[in-house]
């Protein structure tokens, strides 16, 4: 079975520093990741998919197959950056929608 | 501001009591979810459909049940089965192949 575990629940970082969130997941298949942000008061939202390989908000993620990660980085963590981020991945029965497993969610604080 | 609406924000629940969120999108999406959401727990589906009159089981259906009559409209029905049904639930849309756009949510509580 398809499992998303993010190790920590809660993270807190001053600003400027270099932020990464943990994404570890176990899938028989080929896997196809996602991270998820929620910002206060506001929808949970796509922030990046692996596949694209492209860097949001100054964000990274780089799928390693080996160790099984997706983990979330930023070299400078912003104010604004503070949210609750969810990994999750994707599975596809042929051709069908994606049904998507969630990790348990970080809380990134940037402190001023 | 279209996109996808949850309604209602807040529900109560009565022992013994089905009681149906609705879920609409104006996206044009083939593809429609629900999601509960616990505590420190990520979100978990619960029922998806890729087409009208068709849906499928995710991985908590039980005590639950949906139906899809028309492309914009998802609707989740807590049956009176489901033991635990306080959570927070989530509808999500979209292209079969594209990323889920998600609603502002329904905190279901029981009285």
């Known amino acids: 079975a398809q499992r998303v575990t993010q190790p920590e629940k809660l993270l807190s970082v001053f600003k400027g520093a270099p932020v990464e969130l943990k994404c570890n997941y176990s899938y028989s298949g080929s896997p196809e990741l996602f991270w998820y942000v929620q910002y206060s008061r506001q929808r949970l939202q796509l922030l990046l998919r692996?596949?694209s390989r492209e860097s949001i908000k100054g964000f990274t993620a780089d799928l390693n197959k080996g160790e099984t990660s997706f983990h979330l980085k930023k070299p400078f963590a912003q104010e604004e950056d503070s949210a609750m981020y969810y990994c999750?991945?994707?599975?596809?029965?042929?051709?069908?929608?994606?049904?998507?497993?969630f990790g348990s969610g970080t809380q990134l604080t940037v402190l001023p | 501001d279209g996109g996808i609406t949850q309604s209602p924000k807040y529900l109560f629940r009565k022992e013994g009591q089905n009681v149906t969120l609705s879920c609409e999108q104006n996206?044009?999406?083939?593809?429609m979810y629900w999601y509960r959401q616990d505590p420190g727990q990520g979100l978990r589906l619960i029922y998806y459909?890729?087409?009208?009159?068709?849906?499928q089981k995710g991985d908590i259906a039980e005590g639950y049940s949906v139906s899809r009559e028309k492309k914009e409209s998802f609707p989740l029905t807590v049956t009176s089965a489901q033991k635990n049904p306080t959570a927070f639930y989530l509808c999500a849309s979209s292209h079969l192949v594209g990323p889920q756009h998600f609603g502002d949510g329904t905190r279901l509580s029981i009285l």
């Open positions: 999750a991945l994707s599975r596809r029965s042929s051709g069908s929608a994606r049904q998507l497993t």
């Open positions: 459909s890729q087409i009208v009159n068709d849906f």
């Open positions: 692996h596949i």
């Open positions: 996206l044009n999406h083939d593809a």
